[in-house]
């Protein structure tokens, strides 16, 4: 079974300043999709960024970018001039790219609340 | 476009009643997934369903169940409610057309008293 571990219960940033939130998984497949999903108080969650475990190119969205280090079982997520509409928690997620017991199934971490301070 | 509906938004319940909670997923998309969210577990998958049938299934015991018609929009049921059923459900649609990324709907805020 795949876990998914986000070690950082809590974190915080001045705003327009840099932060990163760490992942970690475990997996013994070999192809796979990460997420990160942001989880404001209206409790939406919404898809950050995601990446494709076959692509050896790190994804970004704008100020948003992960660090993947496959090898590692590393993912993290760098928010560059941090807003204060990125106060939010944020969950990294699994998910495999193989049908079966997998269908549908996204593995969350815990979770990392944020809070961006003006 | 519309995306992803759940209703209702909130529900209170009394211990040993049960509950069904409804999803309409983004036109279109045929799989929903259901999700439980805890302050101790965190987010626990329950089960998706895909063209009315259920293709995965989580860890929970047998008094959650779900459905799914023929437009796609999904049901999931909560017998004999517990106190530990108290949480925030979500619900997901997705479609391969679109990676099968996840969309997620706000949420229902269960309470059992």
């Known amino acids: 079974a795949q876990t998914v571990t986000q070690s950082q219960p809590e974190m915080s940033v001045q705003e327009a300043e840099t932060v990163t939130l760490s992942c970690t998984y475990d997996t013994s497949e070999s192809d796979y999709y990460l997420f990160w999903y942001k989880q404001p108080p209206s409790r939406q969650m919404i898809l950050v960024i995601r990446q494709e475990a076959y692509k050896q190119q790190n994804a970004t969205e704008n100020r948003f970018s992960v660090n993947f280090q496959k090898a590692a079982k590393s993912f993290s997520l760098k928010i560059s001039d941090s807003q204060l509409g990125d106060a939010a928690m944020y969950f990294c997620?699994?998910?495999?790219?193989?049908?079966?017991?997998?269908?549908?199934?996204?593995?969350f971490g815990q979770g990392t609340i944020l809070t961006v301070h003006p | 476009k519309a995306g992803v509906t759940q209703t209702p938004r909130y529900l209170i319940k009394t211990r040993g009643q049960q509950v069904t909670l409804s999803c309409s997923p983004i036109s279109g998309h045929r799989s929903v997934s259901w999700y439980q969210q805890t302050p101790g577990q965190g987010l626990q998958f329950l089960f998706e369903y895909f063209s009315e049938t259920q293709r995965n299934k989580g860890n929970f015991p047998g008094r959650f169940s779900g459905r799914q018609f023929s437009n796609s929009r999904s049901e999931m049921n909560v017998s004999t409610l517990e106190l530990g059923d108290s949480a925030l459900y979500l619900c997901?649609?997705?479609?391969?057309?679109?990676?099968?990324?996840?969309?997620f709907g706000q949420g229902t805020r269960l309470t059992v008293v």
């Open positions: 997901a649609s997705s479609s391969r057309t679109e990676k099968n990324e996840a969309f």
């Open positions: 997620a699994y998910r495999s790219a193989f049908g079966g017991t997998s269908y549908g199934k996204l593995t």
